[in-house]
């Protein structure tokens, strides 16, 4: 039910362009010498039969929507039964052609500026005039990143996703947020909770950190101009594991809602991504790396 405007202002520090605040963990640089986990290299190999970090550019890319005054705004109702849902009460800014993804997750982010408030949809559906979700959370720009219940970890669904500007840039100020099919049944801060279903000696707790290997130089590797940026992301601010994938080890990116349906758009092409999921095998992601 259509009930309402918003409104937005520019972008800056805590605003769409650099989210949450300036401690948050997803601006944090790792810094040097950090000590690992003792059985890192076990934990590496498990997601790295092969060296791949899918890029989830399309089907599970994340649409990211900035309103404006004239984005119309919704009364939200969850389809599960879990709670309050966390859109009670609130008026949910949705532009006119906002949609999730494809993928299973329904993924689905607003941000209004003007208000610091991140909205954000799990399993999202449009019927008609009528908008709802089976889960969501509504998080702060200004805040640390993480809270509510929109992903496995409680990760806010903007956190780490690495965007189209970025990519454009050739440069990723945050750590990024990683997905595996490994992820343990427990979970570590900054995650809140985990929705990791593995018992190996070798999976990853939800909140866990990854680096790849400062010490590799990635001039030598022939990488592409998108590879390289997200290699050097991951080797200045790592990456944490926030949600279960299908893949061994996967990375969160923004979707190109400016692009055709079920293509990459021109800026990730442009960066040398060949088609989602691309796997950026260039990168030696065996030389990751799990910290304390």
């Given at each position: 039910m259509l009930v309402a405007t918003a409104s937005c202002s520019s972008d800056g520090a805590g605003g769409l362009a650099t989210p949450f605040a300036s401690n948050s963990p997803w601006r944090?640089?790792?810094?040097?010498?950090?000590?690992?986990?003792?059985?890192?290299?076990?934990?590496?190999?498990?997601?790295?039969?092969?060296?791949?970090?899918?890029?989830?550019?399309?089907?599970?890319?994340?649409?990211?929507?900035?309103?404006?005054?004239?984005?119309?705004?919704?009364?939200?109702?969850?389809s599960e039964d879990w709670g309050v849902c966390?859109?009670?009460?609130?008026?949910?800014?949705?532009?006119?052609?906002?949609?999730?993804?494809?993928?299973?997750?329904?993924?689905?982010?607003?941000?209004?500026?003007?208000?610091?408030?991140?909205?954000?949809?799990?399993?999202?559906t449009r019927k008609e005039n009528t908008?709802?979700?089976?889960?969501?959370?509504?998080?702060?720009?200004?805040?640390?990143?993480?809270?509510?219940?929109?992903?496995?970890?409680?990760?806010?669904?903007?956190?780490?996703?690495?965007?189209?500007?970025?990519?454009?840039?050739?440069e990723i100020p945050h750590a990024l947020a990683l997905q595996t099919q490994n992820a343990c049944t427990s979970f570590q801060p900054p995650a809140l909770k985990s929705d990791g279903t593995?018992?190996?000696?070798?999976?990853?707790?939800?909140?866990?950190?990854?680096?790849?290997?400062?010490?590799?130089?990635?001039?030598?590797?022939?990488?592409?101009?998108?590879?390289?940026a997200v290699a050097k992301a991951m080797q200045i601010y790592g990456g944490y594991i926030m949600d279960v994938s299908q893949a061994p080890l996967s990375v969160s990116f923004e979707l190109d809602t400016g692009a055709a349906p079920g293509t990459l758009g021109k800026t990730y092409k442009d960066a040398g991504f060949r088609w989602d999921y691309d796997a950026m095998e260039r990168v030696p992601w065996g030389k990751l790396r799990v910290l304390t």
């Open positions: 944090q640089q790792i810094p040097a010498g950090p000590e690992l986990r003792p059985n890192s290299a076990e934990m590496i190999a498990g997601v790295q039969q092969r060296p791949a970090l899918v890029a989830n550019l399309v089907e599970y890319g994340i649409p990211i929507y900035k309103v404006t005054s004239q984005t119309p705004v919704y009364s939200v109702a969850c966390p859109f009670a009460g609130w008026p949910v800014p949705v532009p006119d052609g906002g949609a999730p993804h494809k993928g299973t997750d329904g993924a689905m982010v607003t941000v209004n500026e003007s208000t610091g408030i991140i909205y954000e949809f799990w399993r999202a908008w709802t979700t089976a889960w969501g959370a509504v998080n702060s720009l200004n805040g640390s990143g993480w809270g509510g219940a929109s992903t496995g970890s409680a990760a806010s669904r903007l956190g780490g996703v690495i965007r189209v500007a970025e990519i454009a840039a050739g593995s018992a190996r000696s070798d999976c990853l707790p939800e909140g866990s950190r990854l680096q790849l290997d400062p010490s590799l130089d990635l001039s030598k590797l022939g990488l592409s101009r998108g590879e390289m």
